[in-house]
C-alpha cells in the first residue's frame, strides 16, 4: 500500500529532503517579503472596498471621511510595525505573539493569544480565495458561477505547493507578488500624473451610479458608530503584520535584523497602496454599496440582480489604465493571483505556531513533527481543510467571510503588546546600563502606545462587528482554547501516570507466573509455527484454545489434534451466539481473576500476504481481538507471522524493481571492451 501512494505523492511533493538539509530552505529578505507578507500587501486589493461599502449606508455625502479613515488606519499601521519590530529582537525564536504572551502574561494568555491567531490564519486563507475568485469571475463567468468549487480548488493547488517546501513555495510566489506590488505603483504615479499633470479627467465605471442610502442625515452617534465601523473594516490592511515575528526561524542570518527590515519594507509597502488607491477612488468617483443589486441607481433605476459590483481596486484601474488596455489586463491578473497567494502567509504562520503549541503539548504531537520536504505537513493539511470547510459553509463569499475577520488578530495585537511592556519592565528593574536603559524605555514607550491603541481598536472591532459575524470567530477562539486547555491535560495526565518511580514498583516486579495461550482454528503451518513458538518461550503453562462456531469443524479438529499427537492440551470453548472474540476474552479475564499476580500471553498466528487487498480477506478477527485485548490488564499479545507466497513474490518484484536499469542509463565502456569481456560461447 505504501509503494502505491508513494509515486504520486513524490510527483506532487518532490523528492524527500534529509534532515541536514533545513538550512538550505532558509529565505532571504526578497524571497521572506512575498512568503510573509503578501496578506497585508493584498489586502489593499478589498481594505478600501469594504471603507466605501460601509460609508455608503449613509450614502455618497459620507464618502468625505475616507481620507481620514485611511489616514488612521495607516497610524495602526505604523504603531503595530514599531511594535512588532521590538518583538522580533526580543523574541526571535519563532514563538512570535504567543511566545510573548505566554512568557509574560501567563499560560492562559498565551493560549488565548495562540486561538486567536490559528482562527486568524484559518479565515486568512478563506477570506484571500474568496476575494481572488471574485477578483477573476469578474473576467471569467465561469468562476462566478462555482464559486465554491473553484476557491477550493485553489485551496487544494495552494496546499499542493507548500507540501513541496517553503523555500520552493516563496520562489514560486514572489514574482505574481512583486508584479502586482509594481502595477500597483504604477497605477498610482500614472493617475497622479494624468490628474495632476495632464489634467485628464479619470472616470469609473460607476461614476454616473448614485447611491440610495440606507440612513440619511446621519448624524451624532449614528455618525461616529458608522465611521468606526468603516475605520474597523479598513483594519483588515493589517492582517498578516504578525505572521513576520512568528516566521523569524524561516529567515537567514542575522535572523531579527533580516525580519524587523522586511516588517519596515510590509509597512511602507502597504500603507502607500492603501492610500493611493483610496485617494484615486476618490479622484474617479468610485461608487460601492453593501447591496448593489437595490441601492446603486442609473438613470433612476435600481441595476438589479444581474450587476456584478467590481472591486474598487478594478475599477480604478480602468478609469487609470483603460478598459481592455494591456496594463489593466497584467494588474487584474496579478491582482487575483496575489490574492490567492496572500493565503501563503497562513500557510507559513499556522503550521509553524502548531508546531510550537505541540511542542508544549496544547496540540498533537503529530503537528511538531516535519514532513519529506521539511515543511510541517500536518499543519498544512489542517490548515487546508479548515479553510475549506469554512469557504464552503459561506459559499466562498468574501463580504460575508470579512465580518469574521480581523477580530483574532487584533486580540493577538494588544495581548501581545501588553506582554512587551511587561517584557521590558522585567529587564529595566535589573539594567544598569545607562544606553540600554534608555533604549529599553523608548522600546517600552513604543509597546505602551501600540497596546493601548490595538486595544482601543480591539474594542472598536467587537463593539461593531459582533453582530455582522464577529461571534462566530470569538466562537472559534472559544473552542479552540478549550480543545488544547483538554488535549494539554490529557498529555499531562498521561505523562504523570507514565513517568517511572524512583524505587520498586508492580511494574518492575516480575510476574509469579505465565500462562500462554495460543489460538487455533485449524492445524496449518502458522499454527503449527505458533505452537513452537509458544514452546521455546517456556512458560508456567501452555494451552491451545479454539472457539467452537461449527460443531463439524471442531470435532475435525479434536480428531486431527490427537491424530497427531499434539503435546499440548486443548481447549474448546463454547460459544452458542457463533461469537469468536467475546468467549477468547471472557477466558483471559477469568484466568487473571484467578491468580491476579499472574500475566497471561496470547499468542495469535497470523498471515502475511502482498497486496494490500488481500488483507481485506485475512486476519480480521485477530484484529478484533487484538484491539480488545490491549484493553485487558496483564495480557500480552503476540503474533506471529507467516509469509505466504505473495508475501514472496512481492519482495521478488520490490528486488528486480531495485536491480533494473533503464537503456542508457548504465555505461559499458566502449564497444570492443565490450566484446573482448563478453565470454566466447562454447
Not at 497 to 516: F, M, T
Amino acid at each position: 500500500m505504501s509503494k502505491l501512494t508513494d509515486v504520486p505523492k513524490r510527483i506532487l511533493i518532490g523528492r524527500a529532503l534529509r534532515s541536514d538539509r533545513l538550512g538550505e530552505t532558509l529565505l532571504p529578505k526578497r524571497i521572506a517579503l512575498p512568503v510573509f507578507a503578501s496578506d497585508p500587501l493584498s489586502s489593499v486589493a478589498y481594505a478600501p472596498g469594504e471603507v466605501l461599502l460601509v460609508l455608503s449606508i449613509a450614502g455618497v455625502s459620507a464618502y468625505h471621511f475616507s481620507p481620514w479613515i485611511a489616514l488612521a488606519v495607516v497610524v495602526l499601521m505604523f504603531t503595530v510595525v514599531a511594535s512588532y519590530r521590538q518583538n522580533v529582537h526580543a523574541y526571535p525564536s519563532g514563538g512570535g505573539d504567543y511566545e510573548v504572551a505566554n512568557t509574560n502574561l501567563g499560560p492562559k494568555a498565551g493560549l488565548t493569544v495562540a486561538s486567536a491567531l490559528l482562527v486568524d490564519y484559518v479565515l486568512t486563507v478563506a477570506v484571500s480565495i474568496a476575494s481572488g475568485i471574485e477578483n477573476l469571475g469578474s473576467a471569467v463567468p465561469f468562476v462566478v458561477e462555482h464559486k465554491v468549487l473553484c476557491a477550493i480548488a485553489v485551496i487544494i493547488l495552494l496546499t499542493l505547493m507548500n507540501l513541496r517546501g517553503m523555500k520552493e513555495s516563496g520562489s514560486l510566489f514572489a514574482i505574481p507578488t512583486y508584479v502586482f506590488v509594481t502595477g500597483v505603483f504604477i497605477m498610482i504615479a500614472w493617475g497622479a500624473f494624468r490628474g495632476l499633470v495632464l489634467g485628464d479627467t479619470m472616470r469609473a465605471p460607476t461614476a454616473d451610479y448614485h447611491i440610495k442610502a440606507e440612513h440619511q442625515g446621519l448624524a451624532g452617534f449614528a455618525l461616529v458608530f458608522l465611521l468606526l465601523r468603516a475605520f474597523s473594516s479598513g483594519c483588515a490592511a493589517l492582517t498578516g503584520v504578525e505572521a513576520i515575528s512568528n516566521g523569524v526561524p524561516a529567515f537567514r542570518k542575522p535572523k531579527s535584523k533580516n525580519a524587523a527590515t522586511t516588517l519596515a519594507m510590509m509597512g511602507l509597502l502597504a500603507v502607500t497602496m492603501f492610500c493611493g488607491i483610496i485617494a484615486l477612488a476618490m479622484v474617479t468617483k468610485v461608487r460601492m454599496a453593501e447591496n448593489p443589486a437595490v441601492d446603486l441607481i442609473h438613470n433612476g433605476v435600481a441595476l438589479g440582480s444581474d450587476y456584478v459590483q467590481n472591486p474598487v481596486i478594478s475599477q480604478v484601474a480602468e478609469a487609470v489604465f483603460g478598459k481592455g488596455s494591456f496594463l489593466f489586463i497584467v494588474l487584474a491578473a496579478a491582482t487575483a493571483l496575489v490574492l490567492f497567494l496572500a493565503a501563503n502567509t497562513a500557510y507559513n504562520g499556522f503550521p509553524l505556531l502548531g508546531s510550537i503549541l505541540a511542542q508544549d503539548r496544547y496540540l498533537p504531537r503529530q503537528l511538531h513533527t516535519r514532513g519529506d520536504r521539511l515543511a510541517f505537513s500536518n499543519g498544512i493539511v489542517l490548515l487546508a481543510g479548515a479553510a475549506g470547510l469554512l469557504v464552503w459553509i459561506y459559499g466562498a463569499d468574501s463580504t460575508r467571510l470579512i465580518q469574521l475577520y480581523i477580530v483574532g488578530v487584533f486580540v493577538s495585537f494588544t495581548l501581545s503588546q501588553t506582554g512587551m511592556v511587561r517584557h521590558w519592565n522585567r529587564h529595566l528593574a535589573t539594567e544598569k546600563d545607562a544606553a540600554k536603559r534608555s533604549h529599553m524605555i523608548r522600546s517600552r514607550a513604543i509597546n505602551a502606545f501600540g497596546a493601548f491603541f490595538t486595544g482601543l481598536v480591539l474594542v472598536v472591532v467587537l463593539v461593531t462587528k459582533f453582530t455582522h459575524g464577529a461571534w462566530v470567530a470569538l466562537l472559534g477562539m472559544c473552542i479552540f482554547y478549550a480543545t488544547m486547555t483538554a488535549i494539554r491535560k490529557h498529555y499531562d495526565r498521561v505523562s504523570e501516570e507514565l513517568a517511572a518511580p524512583e524505587g520498586p514498583s508492580d511494574d518492575s516486579l516480575r510476574p509469579s507466573r505465565v500462562h500462554s495461550v495460543v489460538l487455533i482454528s485449524k492445524i496449518h503451518r502458522p499454527a503449527l509455527r505458533a505452537l513452537a513458538y509458544a514452546k521455546l518461550m517456556r512458560s508456567d503453562s501452555l494451552e491451545a484454545l479454539s472457539v467452537n462456531v461449527d460443531p463439524a469443524e471442531t470435532k475435525a479438529l479434536r480428531a486431527e489434534w490427537e491424530r497427531r499427537g499434539i503435546d499440548v492440551p486443548l481447549k474448546v470453548l463454547d460459544s452458542p451466539y457463533r461469537e469468536i472474540t467475546r468467549p477468547i476474552i471472557d477466558y483471559v479475564k477469568g484466568l487473571r481473576k484467578e491468580s491476579p499476580r499472574d500475566a497471561v500471553s496470547v499468542i495469535i498466528p497470523e498471515y502475511v500476504v502482498g497486496h494490500w487487498y488481500e488483507h481485506l480477506l485475512h486476519n480480521q478477527s485477530a484484529l478484533r481481538l487484538k484491539g480488545r485485548l490491549l484493553f485487558t490488564p496483564g495480557v500480552m499479545v503476540t503474533s506471529v507471522p507467516y509469509q505466504l507466497q505473495s508475501s514472496e513474490a512481492a519482495k521478488n518484484r520490490a528486488r528486480r524493481r531495485q536491480e533494473w536499469n533503464a537503456p542508457g542509463s548504465v555505461r559499458r565502456g566502449p564497444a570492443e571492451q565490450r566484446a573482448k569481456e563478453t565470454p566466447a560461447p562454447k
